[in-house]
């Protein structure tokens, strides 16, 4: 029986460490869901945000393996560097090329990417129960676009198409997806004929660029002609909870899903990785949109 609890774990030479590294963190997130959660259920861990410079990632990964610490989140700048940091690397994050989340087991270090699994769990609890046999357009190149195109073709999805601003940089990652994961992906300019094209035949639009983030909430990575009753549109963006397009796409009357679901489901994932516990999902949501 799983106990929860309103009541702050004292913090003691038991205490399981988590930690988030990068920098800067004064914008995450991480520690409010995770100590809410832990808390919950009654764990003695607590989550500490570490800033950490580029020059010193590896100094401070050497240490944190060596204490009390069951592993740790990293984000920007240091989700490819910490590869080199590590043990052994998930083969997924491997295929994606970074890491988010490393657990520490008898001192040794594994990395894995929760980003993907994430979206993946958050576009389910939105209605949509699998991606097996249905198109994608992806709008954007970087280190989300990576992560959830990668996680998507190896869940099945038909089709992906990527659309960057660089699109040198779009035709690479669906090359990467194509050669690692499953042969299923391809990339088209930018521009809105080609967009309008493209999603003629797709089912699942998403927005991985920052795009419509506090404070240029009126901002939209497509122009709002191009959305279409079909379509399910996700975007990643938090700040705000509901961006322009999925403002659009709702009046539209399109299923959306926001960038809060993928927060906390790679944050759950996360979670189950440090302590083997499924986690407090709609405690987690709470605790940074109540």
């Not at 809410?36 to 259920?41: G, H, I, K, P, S």
């Not at 809105?192 to 419509?212: E, F, K, P, R, V």
Request: proline share 5%.
């Amino acid at each position: 029986m799983s106990t929860t609890t309103d009541r702050p774990t004292p913090i003691d030479t038991r205490t399981k460490l988590v930690g988030l590294l990068g920098r800067p963190l004064g914008h995450s997130f991480s520690p409010a869901m995770h100590n809410r959660a832990f808390q919950a259920l009654g764990l003695n861990y607590c989550y500490l945000p570490i800033e950490v410079t580029t020059e010193d990632l590896a100094t401070v990964a050497a240490g944190i393996a060596k204490m009390n610490f069951a592993g740790y989140n990293v984000t920007i700048p240091h989700k490819i560097r910490i590869m080199d940091c590590l043990d052994s690397i998930d083969p997924l994050a491997q295929a994606i090329g970074a890491v988010n989340t490393v657990t520490i087991r008898n001192g040794r270090t594994t990395g894995f990417n929760t980003d993907g699994i994430g979206f993946a769990h958050a576009l389910e609890a939105a209605g949509e129960s699998s991606v097996e046999n249905k198109s994608v357009l992806i709008l954007g190149a970087g280190g989300a676009a990576r992560a959830i195109a990668m996680t998507l073709a190896d869940q099945g999805a038909t089709r992906i198409v990527i659309c960057n601003r660089t699109e040198s940089k779009a035709w690479d990652l669906s090359r990467d997806v194509n050669q690692q994961g499953r042969e299923c992906a391809t990339a088209i300019p930018l521009g809105a004929a080609n967009m309008a094209n493209a999603l003629q035949d797709t089912d699942i639009l998403i927005n991985t660029t920052s795009i419509g983030m506090h404070p240029q909430d009126q901002q939209s990575p497509i122009a709002n002609r191009l959305i279409q009753r079909h379509l399910v549109v996700c975007d990643i963006v938090y700040n705000p909870p509901l961006t322009h397009l999925l403002k659009v796409a709702q009046e539209k009357g399109c299923r959306i899903v926001r960038g809060i679901g993928m927060l906390v489901y790679q944050g759950a994932a996360s979670f189950q990785l440090w302590t083997g516990r499924d986690a407090p999902v709609d405690i987690m949501r709470h605790a940074i949109h109540p």
